[in-house]
């Protein structure tokens, strides 16, 4: 995405999006419509009013006038709300999934700082760009249109308080640009913080059935108790800034349209202007005053609203930091064991990606048997073991149909005899029917580890995609792993291993090299 340009309105997002374009294009066509039944309403009061009270006779199409400005004024504001509170939602979802895609296609651990970004965007900051969409962007519209139209509707009935509006109405800016220079880098500075206090809430509770199994989990709510007290002051302390400058900008707007209305009072008293005039100015200074007052009282929402796009793009525009391997070229082939080897950072868990149709390399492509790969056909063929494995919520048997299995056999029970898994269930006392939840909440990080290789271990195809399978074992369950491993590839199936430890690397048929390139 192209670089944000910040103003009133971000016009990166503006050239990145047509959808924006018609939002705000919609948005001042409605709010002009707005302003000139509003207009007219006030004209239709202000002759129906005069009228009346000084005697000229009673006008009904005043009456009628200010019906049909009602029902405009309302018709558009309904279809303002309406559409942009739609045109909002879907560019913020389109933003989400964005930042979501980018986020599953990255080769970094997944929980790292990006995927801690990213939660925090989808979950919570990223709403503000809604309200910055939604609310912020029809109120600059506002601003923008209605203030000259009304302006020079009061000029022409009443010249002087037209003067006294555009003298005291440098001051409703000039107080938003104070406001604003006070609370200049607070907005994206409560992101920085609310995302980091986030990822510690996070990371203590994704590590508390380890503490708690291992009998540490006690103490953890204070430490919890004081990262939402930090959560709570923070956010706190953004909404004070907000509700004090919604304050101000108000108490601004007031006192100035009670100069209005001072002076056109003693103008009448004194006989000095129509009285049909100085109703309709007094109906219509508010109007100069309250959009440019709203515009203000959205500032905060906009800050955020902009510092959460500029986050998102700051992760959609990063690139992983895992590197890619540069002129690899390999034959593997079935009933072997081929070791992907390299120092760390080499790409070799890019490697793995790219077999299984999840990376696209930048150049060569990847066959089997001469023919290019079908993905679709490829996954149904395709055992795989990540650095860290995904574990879907229900029951433990859930888990093993993500590489092809259907209820616990022989052979599950060989792989959980050789992973080690065999002891974990006995630790369990549902076994087989325990319940994880998401995440593999209720499971260690080594009893997840353990398994997942155990389901691909087990698995009946015929491709397995191995990456450090022994890793964060000892020596006698590496052992029984690398032997479970070679009965695969006795059996005739295709096994790739990305390997570090030296009793893996010898277990290899066929050893190949990864390097990194630029």
């Known amino acids: 995405m192209s670089t944000t340009t910040r103003g009133p309105i971000d016009l990166g997002l503006v050239r990145e999006s047509a959808r924006t374009r018609r939002h705000i294009a919609s948005t001042i066509a409605l709010t002009t419509g707005s302003a000139v039944a509003i207009v007219a309403g006030a004209v239709c009061i202000g002759t129906v009013l005069a009228g009346v009270i000084t005697g000229d006779g009673f006008a009904p199409w005043g009456l009628g006038g200010l019906a049909v400005a009602v029902l405009i004024d309302a018709m558009c504001t309904w279809l303002r709300e309406r559409y942009g509170h739609r045109a909002a939602d879907e560019i913020v979802t389109d933003l989400e999934m964005d930042v979501l895609s980018s986020v599953s296609k990255r080769r970094g651990r997944p929980d790292d700082d990006a995927s801690h970004d990213a939660f925090v965007l989808v979950t919570r900051t990223l709403t503000d760009l809604r309200v910055y969409l939604a609310e912020y962007v029809p109120a600059l519209g506002a601003a923008l249109t209605v203030p000259p139209i009304v302006l ?71 430490q919890l108790r004081q990262t939402g007290d930090r959560y709570r002051h923070t956010a706190l302390g953004a909404l004070r800034i907000a509700f004090l ?85 390999a034959t593997i082939r079935a009933g072997q064991i081929t070791a992907l080897v390299g120092p760390n950072g080499s790409g070799k868990s890019t490697a793995l990606l790219a077999m299984l149709g999840l990376v696209t390399p930048t150049s060569g492509t990847v066959t089997i048997e001469g023919a290019a790969a079908d993905t679709e056909t490829l ?140």
């Open 245 to 329: 400058s919604s304050l101000v900008l108000e108490f601004i707007a007031t006192l100035s349209v009670a100069l209005v209305a001072v002076s056109i009072g003693l103008r009448l008293v004194f006989g000095d202007m129509p009285l049909a005039a100085g109703i309709i100015a007094l109906i219509l200074a508010p109007h100069v005053y309250g959009p440019i007052r709203t515009v203000g009282a959205k500032f905060h929402a906009a800050e955020d609203g902009v510092a959460a796009l500029n986050r998102a793009r700051d992760l959609l525009e990063s690139e992983p930091s895992a590197s890619v391997p540069l002129n690899l070229t």
């Open 152 to 222: 020079a509707v009061i000029a022409y009935f009443d010249l002087t308080s037209a003067v006294i509006v555009v003298v005291t109405i440098p001051f409703v800016p000039l107080f938003m640009i104070l406001i604003g220079l006070l609370s200049k880098d607070r907005a994206a500075a409560t992101l920085a913080k609310l995302t980091r206090q986030s990822a510690e809430m996070l990371d203590v509770l994704e590590g508390l059935p380890t503490l708690r199994a291992l009998g540490r989990e006690r103490g953890l709510e204070t």
């Open 379 to 518: 996954w149904q063929q395709v055992a795989w073991l990540p650095q860290h494995p995904a574990i879907v919520p229900g029951n433990l048997r859930d888990n093993l149909r993500l590489s092809g299995l259907h209820d616990v056999d022989d052979d599950v029970l060989r792989a959980c005899a050789a992973t080690g898994f065999d002891e974990v269930l006995a630790s369990l006392p549902d076994g087989w029917d325990t319940h994880v939840g998401a995440r593999g909440e209720g499971l260690s990080r080594g009893q997840q580890q353990r398994l997942a290789l155990t389901r691909v271990l087990a698995s009946p195809r015929e491709v397995l995609l191995l990456d450090e399978p022994t890793a964060h074992l000892d020596a006698a369950a590496e052992e029984r792993v690398i032997a479970a491993i070679r009965e695969r590839a006795q059996r005739g199936d295709t096994v790739v291993v990305v390997a570090h430890h030296p009793a893996l690397i010898a277990a290899a048929d066929s050893i190949v090299e990864v390097h990194a390139g630029e």
